[in-house]
């Protein structure tokens, strides 16, 4: 069912303010590279935030080093999907302290991948009633799935997907060329991989085609 983007986005902050637990809930906005898991979490902040504390985490900020992510070579599917982000980090760091029983103290960051460079280790106090809206690829593997209190993944297709990059990335790659060489052996089949072996549309509490940001399709609400 399509939605206006504003309706949507009101219907999952009252899914969301409606769950009550004894420690902030950890939200995983989940999906493939430019499906605009950035954006609608973001915009999410905006309803939540007049009830609830948010506090806004990204997986781009617990990369690992470039080194490890590169290892099985720069445009490796496999070590795009295996080697990008320090999951025992994001759960041993954020989502085990935010969860039952934790003290509730996170890291916000520990990597900068565009310096490659280690970011201080400074730990924050979430208040037990906060809203964690935590966006990036991959949240829904087996490492991270049972840490999550609720689950929102966008579906958008490989050919809309290249479309977007083509756009956003050509600045950061230099080169439609090499945008497109990078999605068509790197992004693409490191998602198709990420689908097959962990099913994150099967586990997520909502999916969204996100074809048309600005009329969501409701194509699963658990």
């Not at 090499?178 to 997520?204: F, I, N, S, T, W």
């Amino acid at each position: 069912m399509a939605t206006t983007r504003d309706a949507c986005l009101a219907r999952l902050a009252a899914d969301l303010l409606a769950r009550v637990t004894p420690h902030p809930l950890r939200v995983a906005v989940d999906g493939p590279d430019a499906a605009g898991k950035t954006t609608l979490a973001d915009e999410l902040v905006s309803h939540l935030a007049a009830s609830r504390p948010v506090i806004r985490l990204s997986v781009d900020r617990f990369h690992r080093p470039e080194a490890v992510r590169r290892r099985r070579g720069s445009l490796s599917a496999e070590g795009y999907y295996r080697d990008s982000f320090d999951h025992d980090v994001i759960v041993g760091g954020v989502l085990r302290p935010l969860g039952p029983g934790g003290d509730r103290r996170y890291l916000p960051a520990v990597y900068d991948h565009r310096a490659d460079s280690v970011v201080p280790a400074t730990p924050r106090q979430a208040p037990p009633e906060a809203i964690v809206l935590f966006d990036g690829v991959f949240l829904l593997r087996p490492e991270l799935r049972e840490h999550w209190d609720a689950s929102i993944y966008l579906h958008v297709g490989e050919d809309e997907t290249l479309a977007r990059a083509l756009v956003r990335d050509l600045a950061l790659f230099g080169s439609a060329a090499v945008v497109e060489e990078r999605y068509r052996r790197r992004y693409l089949p490191g998602q198709r991989l990420y689908r097959a072996e962990a099913r994150p549309a099967d586990h997520a509490d909502v999916v969204l085609d996100m074809t048309d940001p600005r009329a969501p399709v409701v194509l699963r609400r658990g």
